[in-house]
């Protein structure tokens, strides 16, 4: 299908979104010896591939490599569509995918019980939702047994690689607080000896969507089968992500509902996914469901200990401890019970969000800062105004 630039036009600069996307990534294959694609199935990296191979092949840096990583329980059009990416691949000789079904420690949160769980787990083969695709890695000399994803990502990276992933600040604050900290290459994160791009971070979800459609890319077919549910047209709903994490598991009912076979087997999976599919949208996994007789200092406190696993418990008590420390560097005001303070953000109404969930990513701190914003907007001072009233003496 030939290509209509017009459709991707912006009021906000005169070049488009594709074609600032695209000179972002030549300008990265021209930056680092290596650039490799965070292959996920969904939306945005597609977009993310797709471009990439169209700036290696003008470059002749042909075939980009894709990582991919199966978490066993994903959707099976997110299966059927990878393999069709692998197998397109083959073909071309564009992308050389590389698929790992690795017993990786990822999050579980529908159960504080068991806090983690191990897709692919060699312990417990007949618990697995499905059998791993044929040629799949499923093992590596360098994984060690606590590993997640972002620790193994490091891992299988080349000198002077680029990562590239389907980052989108539209999609959250947090994104985009990531996207815009720095003025220049603001879609280049340096971590030391490896580094992280994000070179479509300022499309929104109609951007992605009209590449698919305006270009004839193929795309997964899960999101065919979420727009049949309320989601429809809800582009910002519908995500092809693992089903449980903190945020994840209020979708999980996407899943009893347009994939029964699946989830069946889910539920037997994993510690606490039943339970999750019926109460993780009601105050049960909320914080907020705070007893009456309970300060919610008290109620910090019997959140924490609600956590039986002790690592659990000790990495809260950990980063409980931490944001009071960032508070207490910023004002000599005790913390209140509710009301978050207007330089720290902080209270214990806060730190019971964090007791709740855990914070095992450790994402808790930015959006205590955001407290601190809001808590300054309804009193109608400025940062430095709050300095002066509430900051250290």
Same mark, same amino acid.
């Given at each position: @299908?030939?290509?209509?630039?017009?459709?991707?036009?912006?009021?906000?600069?005169?070049?488009?979104?594709?074609?600032? *996307?695209? %000179?972002?990534?030549?300008? !990265?294959?021209? @930056?680092?010896?290596?650039?490799?694609?965070?292959?996920?199935? $969904?939306?945005?990296?597609?977009?993310?591939?797709?471009?990439?191979?169209?700036?290696?092949?003008?470059?002749?840096?042909?075939?980009?490599?894709?990582?991919?990583?199966?978490?066993?329980?994903?959707?099976?059009?997110?299966?059927?569509?990878?393999?069709?990416?692998?197998?397109?691949? +083959?073909?071309?000789?564009?992308?050389?995918?590389?698929?790992?079904?690795?017993?990786?420690?990822?999050?579980?949160?529908?159960?504080?019980?068991?806090?983690?769980?191990?897709?692919?787990?060699?312990?417990?083969?007949?618990?697995?939702?499905?059998?791993?695709?044929?040629?799949?890695?499923?093992?590596?000399?360098?994984?060690?047994?606590?590993?997640?994803?972002?620790?193994?990502?490091?891992?299988?990276?080349?000198?002077?690689?680029?990562?590239?992933?389907?980052?989108?600040?539209?999609?959250? !604050?947090?994104?985009?607080?990531?996207?815009?900290?720095?003025?220049?290459?603001?879609?280049?994160?340096?971590?030391?000896?490896?580094? /992280?791009?994000?070179? +479509?971070?300022?499309?929104?979800?109609?951007?992605?969507?009209?590449?698919?459609? +305006?270009?004839?890319?193929?795309?997964?077919?899960?999101?065919? #089968?979420?727009?049949?549910?309320?989601?429809?047209?809800?582009?910002?709903?519908?995500?092809?992500?693992?089903?449980?994490?903190?945020?994840?598991? =209020?979708?999980?009912?996407?899943?009893?509902?347009?994939?029964?076979?699946?989830?069946? /087997? @889910?539920?037997?999976?994993?510690?606490?996914?039943?339970?999750?599919?019926?109460?993780?949208?009601? #105050?049960?996994?909320?914080?907020?469901?705070?007893?009456?007789?309970?300060?919610?200092?008290?109620?910090?406190?019997?959140?924490?200990?609600?956590?039986?696993?002790?690592?659990?418990?000790?990495?809260?008590? =950990?980063?409980?401890?931490? !944001?009071? $420390?960032?508070? %207490?560097? /910023?004002?000599?005001?005790?913390?209140?019970?509710?009301?978050?303070?207007?330089?720290? *953000?902080?209270?214990?109404?806060?730190?019971?969000?964090?007791?709740?969930?855990?914070?095992?990513?450790?994402?808790?701190?930015?959006?205590?800062?955001?407290?601190?914003?809001?808590?300054?907007?309804?009193?109608? +001072?400025?940062?430095?105004?709050? =300095?002066?009233?509430?900051?250290?003496?």
């Amino acid at each position: @299908m030939a290509r209509d630039k017009k459709a991707y036009e912006t009021a906000y600069t005169l070049r488009n979104v594709r074609d600032a *996307g695209k %000179e972002r990534f030549l300008k !990265l294959f021209r @930056m680092f010896d290596h650039v490799s694609v965070s292959f996920s199935g $969904g939306k945005d990296s597609t977009a993310c591939l797709t471009l990439c191979v169209e700036a290696a092949r003008e470059l002749g840096k042909l075939p980009v490599r894709a990582c991919f990583f199966d978490e066993e329980c994903i959707h099976p059009p997110t299966v059927e569509y990878v393999e069709r990416v692998r197998q397109r691949g +083959i073909d071309t000789g564009e992308v050389a995918l590389e698929w790992y079904c690795l017993p990786l420690k990822l999050r579980n949160a529908c159960s504080n019980e068991s806090p983690w769980w191990r897709p692919w787990d060699p312990a417990c083969p007949e618990l697995w939702v499905r059998q791993p695709p044929k040629g799949a890695i499923m093992e590596h000399p360098a994984r060690e047994p606590d590993m997640g994803i972002p620790e193994f990502d490091h891992c299988i990276m080349r000198k002077n690689e680029c990562l590239i992933l389907g980052l989108r600040t539209q999609e959250s !604050l947090r994104r985009y607080q990531v996207c815009t900290a720095k003025k220049n290459d603001n879609y280049i994160a340096y971590h030391g000896g490896y580094s /992280k791009a994000y070179p +479509i971070y300022d499309w929104s979800s109609v951007d992605v969507w009209k590449l698919v459609q +305006i270009e004839g890319i193929d795309y997964n077919r899960t999101y065919d #089968e979420l727009n049949r549910t309320c989601l429809f047209n809800n582009f910002l709903g519908q995500r092809v992500c693992p089903p449980f994490g903190d945020e994840p598991l =209020r979708g999980l009912w996407k899943y009893a509902e347009c994939w029964p076979d699946l989830w069946h /087997k @889910m539920v037997k999976r994993v510690p606490g996914v039943n339970t999750a599919w019926r109460y993780a949208n009601t #105050e049960l996994y909320s914080n907020t469901a705070k007893p009456e007789n309970l300060t919610w200092y008290e109620y910090v406190e019997l959140l924490v200990a609600n956590h039986t696993e002790q690592e659990v418990r000790e990495h809260i008590q =950990r980063r409980i401890k931490e !944001l009071i $420390g960032r508070h %207490e560097a /910023k004002t000599d005001d005790p913390l209140d019970d509710e009301i978050h303070h207007p330089l720290s *953000g902080c209270s214990w109404k806060f730190l019971a969000a964090v007791a709740a969930k855990g914070d095992l990513k450790n994402r808790e701190q930015q959006k205590m800062l955001n407290c601190a914003n809001q808590t300054l907007r309804k009193l109608g +001072i400025t940062l430095d105004e709050a =300095r002066k009233r509430y900051g250290k003496k």
